[in-house]
């Protein structure tokens, strides 16, 4: 039997190629994106368009998803749902999806477990196994998409802050944003996607050469580099003078303004004197601060911070003319945070599903 292919990992013009490989007209490929990307068909043997015979040969080489879920949760409050999906390889990556009053966000993931360790975080605790394809991250997309569009709603934001590092994974990162971006598939506007990085200072620059411009968060987490050499072990190669140049030269490209993550830790860095140090280190550039209290995972010693410290490192901030958003991290409850349905379930074979 031929290797099975997933047809989300082509580009269009791959896409078209393998068609033509298999000996049919290269418009065959078009209307195989239509099912897979209007009609959101999840089954081969619908693509009712297809003549029979090339149906079946399609079945017999390919698969429309790379994803299988496992478990399915939702937040109290029904605005939150989270996936643990199995990939082919049996590894296993989670998905949330937030709804909002007029938006539909999902959370995907870019890599399973991450390399760069960052103390405080379930996937950085968990290891690296290897990097998603851009079929596996557009599988996440579209499967929130199908769950959604019975009720009438389409994915309108895509924000890559699930498990990973993007800009470590960065080609099938961007396949996935042309993709999704395509107005022949879920045409999702350029600015409704968000990546946020670690701090990868070459997929920064990377990013600003881009013509498609999307949306930047850096995780800061802290405004000195002895503290996030601690909190974020790649400051240790793009320190903070490094990384704010980068954001420098990308505010200057993209002409866009980024956003700060700040997840605030007990006694960690939640001084008011942080708050003065951040800033004076994001001077000078459009910048918007995402202050959350932390999400604390299981076998760590850090702890959100208390409400007091968090009001008044938010009202600092904002007294010295800071853009700052206090937010209250979505879906405690179902343990939303990055990493932390993976990691409590543990072997995925415990995984219910749906
Ligand atoms: N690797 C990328 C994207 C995935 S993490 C990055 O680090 O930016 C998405 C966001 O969740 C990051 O801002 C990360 O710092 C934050 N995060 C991870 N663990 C957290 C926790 N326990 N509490 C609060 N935020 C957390
Ligand atoms: Fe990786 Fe982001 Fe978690 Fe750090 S916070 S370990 S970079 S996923």
Redesign the pocket.
Known sequence: MAEQVFLTNFTPSQLQEWVVSLGEPAYRAQQIRQWLYRSLESDIHNMANLPEELRAKLAERACVSSLRPLQHIRSVDGQTEKTLFALPDEQTIESVLMRYESRQTICVSTQVG?P???S??A??QGGYQRNLTAGEIIDQVLHFARLLRPEGLPVTNVVYMG???PLLNYDAVWQSIVVLHDSQALSIGSRRFTI?T?GVVPGIDRLSAETLQIGLAI?LHAPDDELRDQL?P?NRRYPLSELLAACHRYVAQADRRITFEYALIDGVNDELAMAYKLIELLRGLPAHINLIPLNPTADSPYRASRRDRVVAFHRALRQQGMKVTLRLRRGVGISAG??QLRSQAGDHQQGQRP
């Open positions: 991450c760069i360790g960052c405080f975080c996937t950085g498990m990973g590092e946020s670690a995780s974020v790649l990055c990493g």
